[in-house]
């Protein structure tokens, strides 16, 4: 199964770029690594999802280097109201065991005046 | 609103009791996901339907069960309840498997004294 990790937290500024990085170093080749975000006591929210490259949204961009042992996802200029926790999901898909969803812990965003 | 809603919203209840938690996917998704969410913790995934089959389990206990209804609304039935059973609760729901988006509920808490 593919282990997920991130860091627990990370401070940023108003304006900046912000880089989360997850680590998944036995992802599988047809398992895809989703973004969401989730402020307290909300449900979490899609932000972004991928399966290799680059791939860009209105609100963020993924990376995922040629290995895929690692992604990051990067958030252009940050604001006070992206303050929360953002998870990466790795949904391994498995036709003969059934598939897989694991979470990573979660990063705590902490965006500062 | 993500459209996925989940009844009820509160639940106290005492150790050893039995609970029924409710999610209503949005109209015409065919998957609906299960996940725990304990006090300042991450999100564990339990369970998933699609179609009213199951497709994916996670970190689903014996004293849990879920089904999928024809209509497909899901139910999560939670049995011999315990202390550390307290949690947030969320459904979600995609249009396909877990590779798509997932749209969450707002979730149940529930306490289990």
């Known amino acids: 199964l593919a282990k997920t990790t991130q860091p627990i937290s990370m401070d940023s500024y108003e304006g900046q770029e912000v880089n989360i990085t997850c680590s998944h170093n036995n992802i599988a080749t047809n398992d895809y690594i989703t973004w969401y975000q989730q402020f307290p006591s909300q449900g979490p929210r899609f932000i972004i999802q991928?399966?290799?490259t680059k791939v860009t949204n209105e609100v963020a961009s993924l990376f995922i280097p040629a290995d895929r042992k690692s992604s990051t996802l990067s958030l252009p200029r940050v604001s006070l109201s992206d303050t929360a926790v953002y998870y990466c999901l790795v949904v391994i898909m498995n036709n003969n065991a059934g598939n897989m969803l694991t979470f990573g812990g979660g990063t705590r965003l902490m965006v500062k005046p | 609103d993500s459209g996925v809603t989940q009844t009820p919203k509160h639940l106290i209840t005492a150790t050893g009791q039995r609970v029924t938690l409710r999610c209503s996917p949005r109209s015409g998704d065919l998957s609906v996901y299960w996940y725990q969410q304990s006090l300042d913790q991450g999100l564990q995934f339990l369970i998933q339907y699609y179609n009213g089959e199951e497709r994916a389990k996670g970190n689903i206990l014996e004293r849990f069960s879920a089904q999928q209804f024809p209509d497909l609304h899901s139910e999560l039935n939670l049995s011999s309840l315990e202390l550390g059973d307290s949690a947030l609760y969320f459904c979600?729901?995609?249009?396909?498997?877990?590779?798509?988006?997932?749209?969450f509920g707002p979730g149940t808490r529930l306490t289990v004294l």
């Open positions: 991928g399966y290799k």
């Open positions: 979600a729901s995609s249009v396909g498997g877990p590779r798509g988006e997932q749209f």
